[in-house]
Protein backbone atom coordinates (compact mmCIF):
# COMPACT_ATOMS: atom_id res chain seq x y z
CA UNK A 1 0.00 0.00 0.00
CA UNK A 2 1.48 3.25 -1.00
CA UNK A 3 1.60 5.94 1.86
CA UNK A 4 -0.99 9.05 2.29
CA UNK A 5 0.36 12.44 1.74
CA UNK A 6 -2.87 14.38 0.23
CA UNK A 7 -3.31 17.80 1.48
CA UNK A 8 -5.46 18.51 4.07
CA UNK A 9 -7.84 20.55 1.44
CA UNK A 10 -6.47 19.73 -2.47
CA UNK A 11 -8.23 22.17 -4.97
CA UNK A 12 -7.55 20.61 -8.76
CA UNK A 13 -7.15 22.75 -11.64
CA UNK A 14 -7.45 20.80 -15.16
CA UNK A 15 -6.03 22.74 -18.16
CA UNK A 16 -7.29 20.69 -20.98
CA UNK A 17 -10.29 19.20 -19.55
CA UNK A 18 -12.36 18.89 -22.98
CA UNK A 19 -9.33 16.44 -24.40
CA UNK A 20 -9.02 12.90 -24.28
CA UNK A 21 -7.25 12.81 -20.93
CA UNK A 22 -8.49 15.74 -19.67
CA UNK A 23 -12.14 14.87 -19.70
CA UNK A 24 -10.45 11.34 -17.36
CA UNK A 25 -8.99 12.87 -15.01
CA UNK A 26 -11.58 15.79 -14.66
CA UNK A 27 -13.90 12.90 -13.85
CA UNK A 28 -11.24 10.77 -11.96
CA UNK A 29 -10.56 13.46 -9.21
CA UNK A 30 -13.71 15.07 -9.11
CA UNK A 31 -15.47 11.95 -7.35
CA UNK A 32 -12.66 12.73 -4.41
CA UNK A 33 -11.33 16.00 -4.26
CA UNK A 34 -12.82 19.58 -5.61
CA UNK A 35 -11.89 19.98 -9.49
CA UNK A 36 -12.30 23.03 -11.46
CA UNK A 37 -12.35 21.94 -14.91
CA UNK A 38 -11.24 24.21 -18.33
CA UNK A 39 -11.89 23.71 -21.54
CA UNK A 40 -10.40 25.70 -24.80
CA UNK A 41 -13.94 28.04 -24.82
CA UNK A 42 -12.19 29.07 -21.22
CA UNK A 43 -8.75 29.62 -21.65
CA UNK A 44 -6.45 30.00 -24.54
CA UNK A 45 -3.66 28.71 -24.82
CA UNK A 46 -2.31 30.67 -27.69
CA UNK A 47 -3.07 34.17 -26.54
CA UNK A 48 -0.33 34.01 -23.48
CA UNK A 49 -2.01 37.36 -22.16
CA UNK A 50 -5.43 35.85 -21.48
CA UNK A 51 -3.78 33.02 -19.56
CA UNK A 52 -3.27 35.30 -16.50
CA UNK A 53 -6.43 37.06 -16.72
CA UNK A 54 -7.76 33.47 -16.13
CA UNK A 55 -5.84 31.99 -13.58
CA UNK A 56 -4.83 34.72 -11.06
CA UNK A 57 -8.04 35.09 -9.28
CA UNK A 58 -8.49 31.63 -9.22
CA UNK A 59 -7.29 28.95 -6.52
CA UNK A 60 -5.75 26.21 -6.66
CA UNK A 61 -3.03 24.01 -4.83
CA UNK A 62 -2.53 21.29 -8.14
CA UNK A 63 -2.45 21.55 -11.76
CA UNK A 64 -3.11 19.00 -14.50
CA UNK A 65 -2.02 20.66 -18.06
CA UNK A 66 -3.01 18.22 -20.86
CA UNK A 67 -4.04 20.40 -23.20
CA UNK A 68 -1.53 21.10 -26.32
CA UNK A 69 -1.16 21.46 -29.65
CA UNK A 70 -1.11 17.14 -30.50
CA UNK A 71 -1.78 17.82 -34.42
CA UNK A 72 1.62 16.34 -35.25
CA UNK A 73 1.89 17.10 -39.11
CA UNK A 74 -0.67 21.09 -38.08
CA UNK A 75 2.36 21.23 -35.98
CA UNK A 76 5.30 21.16 -38.49
CA UNK A 77 3.40 23.99 -40.84
CA UNK A 78 2.39 26.34 -37.91
CA UNK A 79 5.53 26.36 -35.67
CA UNK A 80 4.74 29.90 -34.40
CA UNK A 81 1.58 28.86 -32.95
CA UNK A 82 3.15 24.98 -31.97
CA UNK A 83 5.64 26.75 -29.89
CA UNK A 84 2.84 29.33 -28.18
CA UNK A 85 0.70 26.77 -27.27
CA UNK A 86 3.16 23.74 -26.18
CA UNK A 87 6.02 25.83 -25.50
CA UNK A 88 5.04 29.33 -23.79
CA UNK A 89 1.76 28.46 -21.95
CA UNK A 90 2.94 25.87 -19.99
CA UNK A 91 5.64 28.36 -18.77
CA UNK A 92 3.61 30.82 -17.80
CA UNK A 93 1.11 28.34 -16.16
CA UNK A 94 3.55 27.22 -14.22
CA UNK A 95 5.12 30.65 -13.17
CA UNK A 96 1.10 31.59 -12.19
CA UNK A 97 1.32 28.38 -10.68
CA UNK A 98 4.89 28.87 -8.31
CA UNK A 99 3.46 32.09 -7.39
CA UNK A 100 0.62 30.52 -5.19
CA UNK A 101 2.93 27.71 -4.39
CA UNK A 102 0.88 25.14 -6.55
CA UNK A 103 2.02 22.03 -8.14
CA UNK A 104 2.05 21.75 -11.77
CA UNK A 105 1.81 18.39 -13.40
CA UNK A 106 2.33 18.76 -17.23
CA UNK A 107 1.80 15.94 -19.73
CA UNK A 108 4.71 15.41 -22.05
CA UNK A 109 5.48 13.18 -25.01
CA UNK A 110 7.37 10.79 -26.24
CA UNK A 111 7.92 12.36 -29.24
CA UNK A 112 10.87 14.26 -27.53
CA UNK A 113 13.02 11.42 -28.82
CA UNK A 114 14.85 10.80 -32.10
CA UNK A 115 13.87 7.25 -32.58
CA UNK A 116 17.56 6.32 -32.99
CA UNK A 117 18.14 4.37 -29.63
CA UNK A 118 17.21 0.80 -30.20
CA UNK A 119 16.00 0.43 -26.92
CA UNK A 120 13.33 1.93 -24.35
CA UNK A 121 14.02 5.65 -23.18
CA UNK A 122 14.53 6.41 -19.67
CA UNK A 123 14.17 9.78 -17.97
CA UNK A 124 18.31 10.05 -18.05
CA UNK A 125 18.01 10.07 -22.31
CA UNK A 126 18.81 12.97 -24.08
CA UNK A 127 15.76 14.34 -25.65
CA UNK A 128 16.33 15.04 -29.65
CA UNK A 129 13.40 16.03 -30.67
CA UNK A 130 13.09 15.90 -34.91
CA UNK A 131 9.37 17.23 -35.24
CA UNK A 132 8.09 20.50 -34.29
CA UNK A 133 5.68 19.05 -32.22
CA UNK A 134 8.21 17.24 -30.23
CA UNK A 135 10.55 20.43 -29.87
CA UNK A 136 7.46 22.80 -28.92
CA UNK A 137 6.35 20.01 -26.56
CA UNK A 138 10.08 19.74 -25.06
CA UNK A 139 10.13 23.43 -24.50
CA UNK A 140 7.37 23.52 -22.52
CA UNK A 141 8.91 20.53 -20.69
CA UNK A 142 12.16 22.91 -20.14
CA UNK A 143 9.49 25.86 -18.63
CA UNK A 144 7.55 24.20 -16.26
CA UNK A 145 10.23 22.71 -14.72
CA UNK A 146 12.16 26.05 -14.75
CA UNK A 147 9.20 27.63 -12.98
CA UNK A 148 9.90 25.10 -10.14
CA UNK A 149 11.58 22.17 -9.79
CA UNK A 150 8.95 20.60 -7.80
CA UNK A 151 6.80 20.18 -10.80
CA UNK A 152 6.16 17.04 -12.50
CA UNK A 153 6.77 16.01 -16.14
CA UNK A 154 4.79 13.18 -17.04
CA UNK A 155 5.69 11.51 -20.65
CA UNK A 156 3.29 9.88 -22.23
CA UNK A 157 2.66 8.26 -25.52
CA UNK A 158 -0.07 6.85 -28.06
CA UNK A 159 -2.87 7.76 -25.66
CA UNK A 160 -6.33 5.99 -25.96
CA UNK A 161 -9.07 5.54 -23.77
CA UNK A 162 -12.94 6.67 -23.28
CA UNK A 163 -14.48 10.35 -24.43
CA UNK A 164 -12.68 11.44 -27.38
CA UNK A 165 -12.46 9.03 -30.13
CA UNK A 166 -8.43 7.49 -30.20
CA UNK A 167 -6.74 4.80 -32.20
CA UNK A 168 -8.76 1.66 -31.52
CA UNK A 169 -11.78 3.38 -32.74
CA UNK A 170 -10.43 4.68 -36.01
CA UNK A 171 -9.12 1.10 -36.78
CA UNK A 172 -11.92 -0.55 -36.25
CA UNK A 173 -14.06 1.80 -38.40
CA UNK A 174 -11.42 1.39 -41.36
CA UNK A 175 -11.92 -2.68 -41.28
CA UNK A 176 -15.74 -1.86 -40.86
CA UNK A 177 -15.42 -0.26 -44.39
CA UNK A 178 -13.15 -1.94 -45.96
CA UNK A 179 -10.80 -5.19 -46.69
CA UNK A 180 -7.38 -3.46 -47.67
CA UNK A 181 -5.91 -2.07 -44.22
CA UNK A 182 -2.46 -0.91 -43.76
CA UNK A 183 -0.32 0.47 -40.70
CA UNK A 184 3.18 1.01 -40.16
CA UNK A 185 4.93 -2.16 -39.40
CA UNK A 186 8.46 -0.60 -38.46
CA UNK A 187 7.16 2.17 -36.02
CA UNK A 188 7.31 1.07 -32.34
CA UNK A 189 6.00 2.54 -29.16
CA UNK A 190 3.92 1.98 -26.44
CA UNK A 191 -0.13 2.47 -26.03
CA UNK A 192 -1.09 4.12 -22.62
CA UNK A 193 -4.66 4.10 -21.48
CA UNK A 194 -6.24 7.22 -20.04
CA UNK A 195 -8.00 5.21 -17.19
CA UNK A 196 -4.85 3.82 -15.96
CA UNK A 197 -2.28 6.54 -16.49
CA UNK A 198 -5.53 8.18 -14.14
CA UNK A 199 -4.23 6.10 -11.39
CA UNK A 200 -0.86 6.43 -12.42
CA UNK A 201 -0.72 10.40 -11.44
CA UNK A 202 -3.16 10.15 -8.93
CA UNK A 203 0.06 7.68 -7.04
CA UNK A 204 2.87 9.93 -8.37
CA UNK A 205 0.81 13.09 -7.25
CA UNK A 206 -0.87 12.47 -4.24
CA UNK A 207 0.03 9.05 -2.46
CA UNK A 208 3.69 8.67 -2.58
CA UNK A 209 6.07 8.95 0.39
CA UNK A 210 7.29 11.93 -0.93
CA UNK A 211 4.18 13.37 -3.06
CA UNK A 212 4.28 15.25 -4.88
CA UNK A 213 6.71 13.98 -7.41
CA UNK A 214 8.64 15.80 -9.20
CA UNK A 215 11.22 15.86 -11.95
CA UNK A 216 10.54 13.62 -15.22
CA UNK A 217 8.73 10.34 -15.23
CA UNK A 218 7.67 7.86 -18.10
CA UNK A 219 4.04 6.84 -18.06
CA UNK A 220 2.71 4.26 -20.74
CA UNK A 221 1.24 0.30 -20.03
CA UNK A 222 3.52 -1.87 -20.04
CA UNK A 223 5.39 -3.49 -23.48
CA UNK A 224 5.70 -1.93 -26.61
CA UNK A 225 4.34 -3.01 -30.13
CA UNK A 226 4.17 -1.81 -33.84
CA UNK A 227 1.81 0.31 -35.02
CA UNK A 228 0.49 -2.47 -37.23
CA UNK A 229 0.37 -5.14 -33.79
CA UNK A 230 -1.54 -2.66 -32.07
CA UNK A 231 -4.08 -2.14 -34.95
CA UNK A 232 -4.08 -6.18 -35.39
CA UNK A 233 -5.30 -6.72 -31.90
CA UNK A 234 -7.76 -4.41 -31.84
CA UNK A 235 -9.74 -5.73 -34.16
CA UNK A 236 -9.03 -9.11 -33.29
CA UNK A 237 -11.10 -8.04 -29.66
CA UNK A 238 -13.79 -6.50 -31.90
CA UNK A 239 -14.07 -9.20 -33.82
CA UNK A 240 -14.10 -11.87 -30.82
CA UNK A 241 -16.93 -9.28 -29.71
CA UNK A 242 -18.82 -10.21 -32.44
CA UNK A 243 -18.32 -6.62 -34.40
CA UNK A 244 -18.49 -7.68 -38.38
CA UNK A 245 -15.61 -6.24 -39.89
CA UNK A 246 -14.18 -6.32 -43.91
CA UNK A 247 -10.68 -6.33 -42.91
CA UNK A 248 -9.12 -9.59 -40.12
CA UNK A 249 -5.59 -9.06 -41.09
CA UNK A 250 -4.42 -5.30 -41.27
CA UNK A 251 -1.20 -5.49 -43.90
CA UNK A 252 2.33 -4.14 -42.35
CA UNK A 253 4.10 -1.33 -44.51
CA UNK A 254 6.81 0.74 -44.13
CA UNK A 255 6.48 4.58 -41.73
CA UNK A 256 7.89 6.16 -44.34
CA UNK A 257 5.37 5.01 -47.51
CA UNK A 258 2.83 7.07 -45.36
CA UNK A 259 2.32 9.88 -47.81
CA UNK A 260 -0.03 11.94 -45.69
CA UNK A 261 2.68 12.90 -42.94
CA UNK A 262 4.13 15.97 -43.24
CA UNK A 263 6.21 15.69 -40.02
CA UNK A 264 9.03 13.23 -39.44
CA UNK A 265 7.94 10.42 -36.40
CA UNK A 266 10.46 8.75 -34.60
CA UNK A 267 10.65 5.20 -35.76
CA UNK A 268 10.76 3.65 -32.10
CA UNK A 269 10.09 5.68 -29.29
CA UNK A 270 9.07 3.11 -26.62
CA UNK A 271 9.39 4.45 -22.59
CA UNK A 272 10.56 2.54 -20.08
CA UNK A 273 8.34 3.33 -16.56
CA UNK A 274 11.32 1.30 -14.41
CA UNK A 275 11.73 4.96 -12.56
CA UNK A 276 7.79 4.53 -11.86
CA UNK A 277 7.82 1.43 -10.94
CA UNK A 278 10.79 1.79 -8.41
CA UNK A 279 8.80 5.58 -7.21
CA UNK A 280 5.18 3.77 -6.40
CA UNK A 281 5.98 0.29 -6.25
CA UNK A 282 3.15 -0.48 -9.60
CA UNK A 283 3.92 -1.90 -12.65
CA UNK A 284 1.73 -0.62 -15.20
CA UNK A 285 -0.11 -3.66 -16.44
CA UNK A 286 0.72 -4.90 -20.15
CA UNK A 287 -0.37 -2.80 -22.89
CA UNK A 288 -2.64 -5.89 -24.49
CA UNK A 289 -4.26 -5.98 -21.68
CA UNK A 290 -5.45 -2.18 -21.31
CA UNK A 291 -6.34 -2.66 -25.11
CA UNK A 292 -8.58 -5.39 -25.15
CA UNK A 293 -10.15 -3.91 -22.11
CA UNK A 294 -11.29 -0.93 -23.90
CA UNK A 295 -12.37 -2.33 -27.37
CA UNK A 296 -14.08 -4.93 -25.64
CA UNK A 297 -16.24 -1.97 -23.96
CA UNK A 298 -16.66 0.45 -27.13
CA UNK A 299 -17.61 -3.27 -28.87
CA UNK A 300 -20.61 -3.48 -26.36
CA UNK A 301 -21.13 0.34 -26.76
CA UNK A 302 -21.76 -0.15 -30.59
CA UNK A 303 -23.51 -3.32 -30.68
Known amino acids: MIASSLPHDPRILVIGAGG???SVLADYFGKRYRVTALGRS???LSDPGSIAAVLDGMDF???FLTAAMTAVDRCETHEKEAFAVNGTAPGIIAEISAAKGAHVTHIGTDMVFDGMKGAPYSETDSPNPISVYGASKLEGERRVLA???ANLVARVSWLFGP????FPDWIIQQARGREDVTLPAD???NPTYTMDLAD????LVFRTPAAPAAGIYHLCN????????WGQLCIETALGCGVPLLARDIRGVPLDSVAAFVARRPRDSSLSTGKFTRTTGILPRPWQEAVREFVMQISMQSS
Do not use: E, F
Open 147 to 149: ASP
Open 42 to 44: QLN
Open 187 to 189: KSG
Open 61 to 63: THV
Open 163 to 166: GRPA
Open 222 to 229: SGHCAWRD
Open 200 to 203: WLDA
Open 20 to 22: RLG
